[in-house]
């Protein structure tokens, strides 16, 4: 099956829920993870809280992505991963947030190829050839676009080529296009990680293709964590990431914002769907605690 990559989920598989779920992310044979993006503005400091959220890079698991459209500025950050051990990176092209996208940035360097072959050239050039990375989409409006946009990949040594097999016209819903992702894989000349909607364990989802020529493996994240909300330690393994919230953030309202995100992923499952409209509903961490972990209703687990 070839490798296997959990996907970046910004305010999901941060660094308190790599931890948190360290087991089920070792047992599910991960080759590794993407962090969730980091800007990179120029003129603004490196942002300390994120950089901390990546912890070292000494284990070379974790693979750290930049958001951009400055490359002077991508390299000020690269410089920073570098500095904490990171001795790989990556690029977000694809990202399909209206905001990120008229600013030019994620899906929007779709509009400007050449300023993507300049953030491609600093990348490559910081990193080293083979240790730097792109994510994108099929196109921004059409499938048709990243094809056009190949020849340019192409001229970089890429660690991986991740295509997530939709345009960002339609964000995260919507039929994944298996044609495009195959001819897009069959051009590049860079090795290349399926992602959309794969499934994970009793989640179903598509099946990436098997092993067509240039196919590194598949990138799977929402699978990945609905997943997590079937498994016989789930209780104990939320304990430890309300732990590890709590500990991190302060106030209610973050750690609120925080669990409730994760557990809407589960909000379908059957030991879930009778939880969730309380769990929506939990304005404390306290009234959450008593809600999930009943049995040990102090709040705090
Ligand atoms: C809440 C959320 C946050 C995301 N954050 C990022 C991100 O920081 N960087 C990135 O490249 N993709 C991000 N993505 C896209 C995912 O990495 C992935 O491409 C997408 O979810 C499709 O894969 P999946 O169906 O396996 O989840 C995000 C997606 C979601 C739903």
């Known amino acids: 099956m070839g490798e296997l990559w959990l996907a970046p989920l910004r305010g999901v598989t941060i660094r308190a829920f790599r931890e948190a779920f360290a087991v089920p992310i070792r047992e599910a044979g991960f080759t590794g993870a993407f962090a969730p993006f980091i800007p990179a503005n120029p003129g603004i400091r490196v942002n300390d809280r994120m950089l901390a959220d990546l912890g070292d890079g000494t284990d070379g698991r974790l693979v750290p992505q930049v958001i951009t ?6 390299r000020v950050l690269l410089r920073a991963f570098r500095d ?3 001795v790989r990176a990556d690029l977000n092209a ?32 910081e990193m080293g ?3 730097f990375s792109l994510k994108i989409r099929l196109g921004l409006a059409s499938p048709d676009e990243l094809m056009a946009l190949m020849p340019v990949v192409n001229r970089y040594p890429l660690a991986v080529l991740t295509i997530h097999a939709r345009t960002a016209k339609q964000m995260y819903d919507g039929d994944v296009d298996m ?47 609905r997943a ?17 919230s709590c500990a991190e953030l302060s106030g209610d ?3 609120l914002g925080r669990m409730k995100e994760l557990l809407a992923y589960w909000s379908e499952l059957p030991a879930w769907r009778r939880l969730w409209p309380a769990i929506k509903i939990c304005r404390t961490v306290a009234e959450l605690g008593a809600v999930i972990f009943p049995a040990n209703s102090c709040g705090k687990a």
Not at 69 to 74: G, R, V
Not at 96 to 114: A, E, T
Not at 196 to 221: K, Q, S, T, W
């Open 69 to 74: 459209k400055h490359p002077d500025a991508m």
């Open 84 to 86: 904490r051990g990171f």
């Open 94 to 125: 694809g990202c399909p947030f209206p905001m990120i996208v008229r600013h030019g940035r994620g899906s929007g360097l779709f509009r400007n190829p050449d300023l993507l072959e300049r953030l491609l050239a600093a990348g490559c050039e």
């Open 129 to 131: 050839p083979g240790s």
């Open 179 to 225: 044609e495009r992702f195959r001819e897009a894989c069959a051009a590049s000349s860079n090795p290349v990680l399926y992602n959309g909607d794969a499934g994970f364990g009793e989640i179903g989802g598509v099946v990436p293709p098997g092993n067509l020529p240039n196919m590194r493996g598949v990138m799977v994240g929402r699978a990945f964590v």
């Open 228 to 244: 997590l909300g079937t498994r016989p330690d789930v209780s104990a393994l939320l304990s430890g990431y309300l732990e590890r």
């Open 253 to 255: 309202r973050p750690v």
